[in-house]
């Protein structure tokens, strides 16, 4: 499949050819490119110890970048079958191979690059999404302050209401206590 390249079978892992060759550094062994190519299109089909068809694999070891192999389609190598299917020596020459191995090794720096991007702004998505409460809460307390003050804000408008109706009685008490005065003289 075009998008197998999380395959580590990318790379070859053999006894006789070393262990699993870095390309570009680090612990990435997938292909840099998608396959074009599922590992078990092609034809006619080459069996493996196990009788069934193997797959169809491109290795991208630093020394032999591009490098086409079959190997048994199984976990773990599987029977063991393995086999070169480009020629060593005229597949590529040391310059494409080393063009190759350059192009492998930016592919997976950039690819790196990718991931520590999208880790931080997975990071910086989850500050926002706290920032964000954070910011809700003071909405919700500043909502509520508001609510109080408009409570208080009727209350304060009750009370004047009924100091004015107190002061409209105490000056018709004083005046009819005036009157009643000049009445009485
Ligand atoms: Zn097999």
Redesign the pocket.
């Known amino acids: 499949m075009a998008g197998s390249s999380s395959s580590s079978a990318g790379c070859v892992r053999s006894r006789a050819l070393g262990s699993w060759s870095r390309c570009g550094g680090e612990e990435d062994f997938s292909s840099p490119i998608p396959y074009r190519e599922k590992p078990l299109d092609y034809e006619a089909a080459v069996l493996?110890?196990?009788k069934?068809k193997?797959a169809k694999w491109i290795s991208w070891s630093d020394d032999n970048p591009s490098r086409r192999y079959y190997k048994?389609?199984?976990s773990g190598g599987?029977?063991?079958?393995w086999s070169w299917i480009d020629d060593a020596d005229s597949y590529a020459t040391p310059y494409v191979k080393q063009l190759l191995k350059d192009l492998c090794g930016a592919v997976r720096g950039l690819r790196k690059k990718n991931k520590e991007l999208a880790a931080d702004l997975d990071e910086e998505g989850s500050k926002m999404e706290e920032h964000m409460a954070a910011v809700l809460g003071l909405k919700k307390v500043v909502a509520d302050k508001d609510a109080e003050i408009a409570a208080l804000t009727v209350q304060v408008q009750k009370l004047r209401k009924e100091s004015s109706i107190l002061r409209l009685v105490f000056v018709m008490l004083v005046a009819a206590a005036a009157v009643g005065i000049m009445l009485r003289m």
């Not at 599987?78 to 079958?81: D, I």
């Open positions: 493996c110890h196990c069934r193997a048994c389609f199984y599987g029977c063991g079958f």
